[in-house]
């Protein structure tokens, strides 16, 4: 059945598609702002290649949107003249932004626009698109200048209670990481604490305890309950985080569909921004709710009151878990928020999508369905012994919420009228809200029993 289902599909997508699927500015200088981002020594951190992922690719959206004007701008401020060439404003806008924040690759970024600008014609359109996507880039590089995400903070646990996190080896001596990355400006949820998560299980609960006892025995270092594909995606997602998964998932969709340039723009523009504020969110929610990490909280089993529970002084995660709180996965928030504006644009159907990186060449992962990349990220985290699977659940019920609201919200187009136009803004957020915590006091009311990925509740 599932062949017959795949080829069925693989027949309907040749009928539909167009000739020949491509690549086009927009896809090619993704591509080039993740070519960019790996390039850099230390690496970009998820979070702020998150916030210049969504710079970069407003940047593009904006240039050619203000030529095409498929859409309801982000600024609206820019104007084109009539004939610009939407190319080359995507173009330029890309490699502006990329050479305003990273100047040491300059000399590449130069060279990759000018083959970029080689295929269009020369003459006034082409001229006019590059002054679009100039104009672009300094707005959104000037909209951002202030923005929150400098200079950094750090947190210091001011209690040692059982259940409060700690600081671990991973750890600067400064404290907890990103500390400011909550008060970051969002790009198109309201505030930070929109769609902050409710409470973790008590410590007490069945449902904690089953969570604790999952980690502990296939997220410690020499884990003999660990097969060896939740190893391999353990360390591919501890390598290949959000920005570096959905990017590639998307361009693999828009060039196998044949997508147009507009709505490529479109679509990488929502994604980075549903990113980037869910990791804005999901930093909130880790420093106003500061849960342990699994390996403070197994050490410490012994003492947390919980009578199904037992410690191991001597557990080590297979992968280092990073210097800030546990509840809820940042990797979830980020990549559920990724999903939830690609499925809404894409679908939930079938695709084909292949993952890799250089730095695990034995490892290629392949997928049909977008769940199944957020299944992985899943058991990723928890396999890989650094977070426990309700901060999975909670992440990616943040997650969703963030990407569906960035997608019901912005760049739509014009004629488009539903009901959230013709409400007020503040009432829907306020009802999305409601809904959120009604659907998390099932979930986390419902103490379940047993450990594994598929006993997450929708989350709306």
């Known amino acids: 059945m599932k062949i017959a289902n795949a080829v069925a599909g693989a027949l309907v997508a040749m009928l539909l598609a167009p000739p020949v699927s491509r690549a086009d500015a927009v896809t090619d200088w993704n591509e080039i702002m993740l070519t960019t981002f790996g390039s850099q020594t230390p690496p970009v951190n998820p979070f702020a290649a998150g916030r210049f992922a969504a710079i970069t690719q407003l940047a593009v959206f904006e240039a050619v949107n203000t030529i095409e004007g498929d859409y309801k701008p982000y600024l609206s401020t820019l104007t084109a003249i009539a004939g610009a060439s939407p190319e080359a404003a995507a173009v330029a806008a890309a490699h502006d932004v990329l050479v305003h924040y990273f100047p040491a690759n300059t000399a590449q970024l130069d060279a990759a626009r000018d083959a970029s600008l080689a295929a269009i014609l020369d003459g006034p359109a082409k001229e006019d698109g590059v002054a679009v996507g100039a104009a672009a880039a300094a707005a959104l590089i000037d909209l951002r200048s202030s923005d929150g995400s400098s200079p950094a903070r750090f947190h210091v646990p001011a209690s040692s209670d059982p259940g409060v996190w700690q600081l671990t080896p991973g750890c600067p001596a400064a404290g907890g990481i990103l500390f400011h990355w909550q008060d970051v400006t969002p790009f198109g949820v309201q505030t930070s ?268």
């Open 193 to 460: 604490d929109q769609f902050r998560s409710p409470p973790p299980p008590p410590l007490t609960s069945a449902r904690y305890a089953a969570d604790f006892n999952e980690v502990k025995a296939v997220g410690g270092q020499n884990s003999t309950r660990r097969p060896q594909g939740r190893a391999d995606v353990a360390q591919f997602y501890n390598l290949v985080l959000a920005v570096g998964v959905w990017n590639p998932a998307a361009r693999q969709i828009a060039i196998a569909r044949g997508s147009s340039l507009a709505t490529n723009a479109r679509t990488f523009a929502l994604l980075n921004m549903a990113i980037s504020d869910a990791l804005v969110t999901v930093m909130e929610t880790k420093y106003h709710r500061p849960v342990w990490r699994p390996e403070t909280a197994i050490r410490a089993g012994d003492s947390d009151g919980n009578r199904w529970t037992s410690g191991d002084p001597a557990f080590v995660p297979f992968i280092v878990a990073p210097c800030f709180p546990s509840y809820g996965s940042a990797h979830a928030s980020a990549s559920y928020a990724g999903r939830a504006v690609l499925e809404k644009i894409y679908g939930a159907g079938t695709h084909f999508i292949e993952l890799s990186t250089p730095a695990l060449p034995n490892v290629a992962l392949q997928y049909t369905r977008l769940e199944q990349i957020t299944d992985d990220i899943d058991d990723a985290r928890v396999y890989g012994g650094i977070h426990f699977r309700f901060d999975q659940e909670a992440g990616a019920c943040q997650g969703t919420q963030v990407g569906k609201y960035i997608a019901a919200h912005h760049l739509r187009r014009p004629h488009r009228h539903t009901r959230e136009d013709r409400w007020d803004r503040e009432a829907i957020a306020w009802l999305h809200t409601v809904r959120s915590w009604l659907t998390r006091w099932d979930v986390w009311t419902n103490d379940r029993g047993g450990f594994g990925r598929h006993r997450r509740s929708s989350c709306g």
